[in-house]
């Protein structure tokens, strides 16, 4: 055993090593099997086995949601830096700085401005691999950018939740971006401009509690964890084991918490006939494009 283990695995796993990228696989997350990277891309990031969803980022939705690809992005606010000094068991500007490392974005919001199916819409992402999509001032701020872009451009706003709630090294001034991007959202519906709201997986905590739940439409995607607390806080403590797929879209959609259920590959068409028949079959925004 020695030989075999001591010689000829590391020197397979050394050919093996050599021969394979490490980004020529994906692992799907909901079956295991193997994927080629690049068909998993081309099939949008959802599996080909299971039709698992897998989370995508900013950049992808907009590559997906918009025509031909083709878009331009918004400058985000600049907001204070680490405005209460917190630390935890690291200092939070380090936190921000390994977020920005492995991301290269500021924060966990962006925003571009383009077309859907030939109507121009604005399209605000929340990025959940910068720790974990959560909300602090930068994803208010940027939130409230994009509705005053869409509110300018005469155009429906469309948000992507994707978060596990407020940035608790923020503290209240997380929390505050609850109300404010509701004032905002309000001022949208007072210019007579849709709101659509995409769930993603996951979306939790302040976020689900504000705008994730305002939306004029609300369209979720398929097994996507949606609700305040997680399924695992709730069981702890109510001492029950609760039912089965509780809080994914499908459950929510047979309860009446989400209007659609629409897989990733349908999305562009779908919200593109929303915003047709929100607007008089797009009319409006037609003429205010040209």
């Known amino acids: 055993m020695n030989w075999l283990t001591n ?66 992005k918004l400058a985000m606010p600049k907001v204070a830096e680490d405005p209460l000094k917190f630390r935890d068991s690291k200092k939070y500007t380090d936190r921000m700085k390994a977020a920005r490392s492995k ?13 859907i199916n030939g109507l121009p819409a604005v399209i605000a992402v929340q990025n959940f691999f910068f720790m974990g999509g959560s909300m602090g001032m930068a994803v208010g701020e940027g939130i409230i950018a994009a509705i005053e872009k869409a509110i300018e451009l005469r155009a429906p706003f469309i948000m992507v939740t994707a978060a596990g709630g407020a940035r608790m090294q923020e503290g209240i001034l997380s929390l505050m971006q609850m109300p404010r991007t509701t004032v905002a959202l309000q001022m949208l519906r007072e210019a007579g401009l849709p709101y659509i709201v995409l769930l993603t997986d996951p979306t939790t905590g302040g976020v689900s509690a504000s705008y994730a739940m305002l939306g004029d439409v609300q369209i979720a995607e398929p097994g996507a964890l949606i609700g305040f607390a997680g399924p695992r806080v709730i069981e702890d403590t109510i001492r029950e084991k609760l039912p089965e797929g509780f809080q994914r879209a ?41």
């Open 103 to 115: 991301t290269e974005v500021n924060d966990a919001i962006e925003a571009a401005h383009g077309h």
């Open 250 to 290: 499908e459950y929510l959609l047979e309860h009446g918490m989400v209007d659609m259920v629409t897989h990733r590959h349908a999305l562009k068409d779908k919200i593109g006939d929303l915003i047709a028949m929100m607007t008089r079959d797009g009319a409006n925004l037609r003429n205010a494009a040209e």
């Open 7 to 72: 010689y000829v695995k590391p020197k397979l796993q050394a050919v093996l090593k050599r021969d394979t990228p490490d980004n020529l696989w994906h692992k799907c997350k909901g079956c295991g099997q193997l994927i080629f990277h690049k068909e998993f891309e081309a099939n949008q990031s959802v599996c080909a086995h299971c039709d698992h969803h897998e989370r995508i980022g900013p950049d992808s939705r907009f590559n997906f949601l918009f025509d031909e690809s083709k878009y331009t």
